[in-house]
């Protein structure tokens, strides 16, 4: 039974919940499902060092709202968290799986963009892309640089040196975030309905799908991914994850991201107080 959540501090002091988060936290509390606990942002994020606002007597077992980590940095948080009687409901391992996208990749293959892998800071032979991909897209393992000045794609007009030009603006864009290695990613031609695609971020908890929620800004009358689709990844090895699916020109479906469910964001038009008791229903 989860019977915690647990959120970083304001940068600005210990005592208060992150602003970004805020609304969850308030969320959280006005259910009265569970107890909330806060963890020093700036005393784990800069110097490693875990304080909490609460102390534990006994063990309670608890879901992570909040900022992405390394998973190296999670396995410590976690190890961590258990000394102090507080178990994260996924685990290190469950986190590497989601929050590196190819440790996934292979079990999402059939619905998702066709991926390849590159070391850090190889240089990347873009004839052989072109013969593999109509056209691609950068990312490292967990993120990509978008919204920046970086092409959203290439395609068989992209020349070697102007490539690995843009290799080094995408590795000063990521900077101390960079993750694993490179992903090059097919490039997926998206539906647009007026100004925004159309996806959905679905939350899955404890092998059950919990909630399917717009997550691009689009009208509430677009279609919803197929329920077979959803329902194919609700078995994946771990108990609380995220897949987003977005709709393709043709009217078909593809996973365009996976994620750990503790340091997936909640979409603009998600129902906060339905997302919480999802939780204390799934994890019950």
Known sequence: MVDLILFPSSFFSRENVDEDLQKEHDSVILTGLFDVA???YSQWFDEDKLLLN???TKEQI??????MMSPEQYSNFYNLLLKKNIRLINNPN???LFHLFPNIYETLKEDTAKMEIYPLHQQIDIEKLKKNFQKFMVKDYVKSVKGTDFPKFFDHN????EFDRCMEIFYNYRGDLLTGGICIKEFL???????????????YMNNKVATVTRNSNQENNTPQPPKYLIE?????DSPFYTIDYAELEDGSWKIIEAGDGGVSGLPDTQDYDLFFRKLFQFFE
């Open 54 to 56: 609460k102390k534990n």
């Open 189 to 203: 031609d998206l539906k647009y309905y007026g100004k925004n695609t159309n996806e959905y971020r679905v939350f």
């Open 158 to 161: 992209v020349e070697q040196k």
């Open 38 to 40: 806060i963890f020093g």
């Open 94 to 96: 469950n986190y590497r």
């Open 232 to 236: 194919k990844y609700k078995n994946l």
């Open 62 to 67: 608890a879901i992570y709202r909040g900022w």
